[in-house]
């Protein structure tokens, strides 16, 4: 109701039927490189699970009884990670590598880092990934959390074998000065 600025207001659904709200949404996703939805009413039970399993979360702020959510649609993440690592975790489960979408990223926008895991036995429990930019004193300058695939791909659901890959939008604070960080 209030806002007044020049990107434009997408109200949904636009109509009853669900593939045509996912339509729509699939539009804004190739039309636009983030959204930022404000959850309201009904329809978050079928436009957030879509936005959470076609793109990634880089903010999710409460402001006084409203929520604002902010997505970024990068482009598919490439079949195999640009840095190979072979972390080793419980359960079976390996970080494989990780590939950074861009080396360098002004603050306020998001690092989009995808991490490949694999599993050599389904994992009986979920865990959750926390990808963090720190500075040379371990000061913390970004941080997300979350269990992969926005929350829809525990890793309950992993399959022995499969080569997951894991996309995460890690927002650099507004108002970090030029440095570097490690992830």
Do not use: C
């Amino acid at each position: 109701y209030y806002y007044r600025g020049s990107s434009p207001l997408v109200y949904l659904p636009e109509s009853g039927d669900a593939a045509g709200v996912t339509g729509r949404l699939a539009g804004l996703a190739v039309e636009h490189s983030e959204v930022w939805y404000l959850p309201y009413g009904a329809e978050r039970a079928l436009i957030e699970p879509w936005l959470d399993s076609h793109g990634v979360k880089v903010s999710d702020q409460w402001y006084a009884n409203a929520r604002l959510v902010r997505y970024v649609f990068p482009p598919r993440p490439a079949a195999a990670p640009a840095v190979s690592l072979d972390a080793r975790f419980e359960q079976g489960i390996r970080l494989t590598g990780y590939t950074l979408a861009a080396s360098t990223v002004q603050p306020g926008q998001p690092v989009i880092v995808t991490l490949y895991w694999q599993v050599e036995a389904a994992p009986a429990r979920r865990y959750k990934v926390f990808a963090q930019l720190l500075d040379g004193q371990d000061r913390l300058w970004g941080q997300q959390d979350s269990e992969p695939g926005n929350g829809t791909r525990p890793t309950t659901s992993w399959r022995p074998g499969a080569l997951i890959p894991d996309i995460y939008g890690i927002l650099v604070l507004p108002g970090t000065a030029p440095q570097d960080l490690r992830l």
